[in-house]
């Protein structure tokens, strides 16, 4: 079954998955999401706003690779700051100077940053961040809220568990954004042995009144060391992340997507007394110190403060999230699809409706969008090259298929317009 649309992804799975596991590095970039046989399953090219399938198949990307492309695929500064570290040397047998002119920049970005430390991955950044933590309290549990990567100190605790220790998952924790009393659980039960609390300070939903500044609190008073994954969050709310937005500055902060524009880069940073453990801890990586990204990331940092990039991503956002509602609303169907969070990282919350279930009628829109050549997922991960145009283009896409939503809803025909199996329930931690 399927379209012929995708025949050389469809084909090419086969092969992939010959020699690679899922035939992706990345779970989320993997047929687990994408249904086979209407999805397509490997890029062949990006630049902008647009991605380019390997049956030449063209759209508006709205993935924007995991949201880790803030500036757009190419970014030409950026690209060409990267070129000119190529010609110098991508890595050396003794640190560059690099490191510290982005560690520089990030101390005078983020509010909680005085010393920085950097890794390739944001699992990299939230596992040291824990095991400073440990060390800095000598404390074991962890209460964890939202998503933090695929170390075992994380994963275990969600139901994608399996080759984790249950030694290992007795001592994470998790608690529910917005739910206060889900935290105080954890400290009651745990008191005197909670190391630190990380969570994303914002992901689907906006934190009510109180709630990270509570948080604050009760690790003060309790010697929790605070910890804000701003893995996402960190480049795209403000400057200075969601920490500046809201006001609330944590004990140490986790950085990746926004921070490099796609070049693999992420960072611990935080309180000097904190980091400090650092020194003693062992935090360590053959490519830790690698030039490219290191030279990306000082070119977008450097936009980050001269230009005004956290304007262009909100206005593109909320454009967006503007002419989406007015579809939804058009077409009747805010009883099956609404959108929450920031802008600049808008949710799609699919419900189910008495014709179909919400992963149904989610396959459906992922089916129809794929086809009118806009790649989303579950979210608007917008960039600053999604123009005002872009977004005209997306909801005029939207308005053609939340109508057809809405008319075999209605008819009880969408199951049967399903050109594959609906997805099956995903693994889910927001
Ligand atoms: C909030 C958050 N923390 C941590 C991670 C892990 O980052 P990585 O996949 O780069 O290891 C992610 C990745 O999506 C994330 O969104």
């Not at 209460?143 to 220790?165: E, M, N």
């Not at 924790?173 to 914002?202: C, Q, R």
């Not at 929790?224 to 902060?253: C, H, M, S, Y």
Request: overall charge positive; hydrophobic content about 40%; charged content about 20%.
């Amino acid at each position: 079954m399927g379209n012929s649309r995708y025949k050389n992804s469809s084909k090419f799975l086969m092969h992939a998955e010959s020699l690679i596991p899922l035939g992706s590095q990345t779970f989320s970039k993997s047929r687990t999401q994408y249904p086979v046989g209407i999805s397509p399953l490997f890029m062949h090219k990006a630049k902008g706003c647009y991605t380019w399938d390997i049956d030449g198949n063209k759209y508006i990307d709205l993935v924007c690779s995991l949201a880790s492309v803030t500036l757009g695929y190419q970014n030409p500064i950026v690209n060409a700051a990267v070129r000119k570290q190529l010609r110098k040397g991508t890595i050396f047998s003794l640190p560059g100077k690099l490191e510290s002119d982005v560690a520089e920049q990030i101390v005078d970005l983020v509010p909680s940053a005085e010393l920085v430390r950097f890794g390739k991955n944001g699992s990299d950044a939230t596992s040291a961040a824990i095991r400073i933590a440990r060390a800095f309290t000598g404390r074991k549990i962890v209460a964890v809220c939202g998503y933090h990567g695929w170390q075992d100190w994380f994963i275990g605790s969600t139901s994608r568990d399996k080759g984790v220790p249950k030694e290992i998952s007795d001592l994470t924790k998790t608690f529910y954004f917005n739910d206060l009393h889900s935290l105080n659980e954890v400290f009651k039960w745990n008191a005197g042995n909670v190391a630190a609390v990380i969570l994303e300070p914002m992901n689907s939903i906006w934190p009510i009144q109180g709630f990270l500044s509570e948080i604050r609190r009760l690790c003060s008073e309790s010697g929790a060391v605070l910890i804000f994954d701003e893995t996402i969050t960190g480049f795209r709310f403000a400057k200075g992340g969601a920490q500046e937005l809201f006001n609330v500055i944590p004990d140490l902060t986790t950085l990746g997507k926004g921070l490099a524009n796609g070049f693999p880069l992420s960072a611990v940073v935080g309180k000097r007394e904190i980091m400090g453990e650092m020194r003693e801890i062992f935090f360590s990586s053959t490519f830790g110190g690698e030039l490219l990204s290191l030279a990306a990331a000082n070119e977008v940092l450097r936009m980050y403060q001269h230009e005004d990039i956290i304007g262009q991503l909100t206005a593109a956002g909320e454009l967006l999230n503007e002419l989406t509602n007015e579809e939804i609303f058009r077409n009747n169907l805010h009883d099956v699809l609404s959108l929450s969070g920031h802008s600049t990282w808008k949710f799609l919350n699919w419900k189910n409706h008495e014709t179909a279930t919400a992963l149904e009628i989610k396959t459906y829109f992922m089916q129809e969008c794929f086809k009118e050549g806009i790649l989303v997922l579950g979210t608007h991960n917008v960039t600053t090259m999604h123009t005002k145009k872009i977004v005209k283009e997306i909801a005029s896409a939207y308005s053609k298929i939340l109508s057809r939503i809405a008319s075999k809803l209605k008819g009880n025909q969408l199951r049967d317009s399903l050109e594959v199996e609906p997805l099956a329930p995903l693994f889910k931690v927001r």
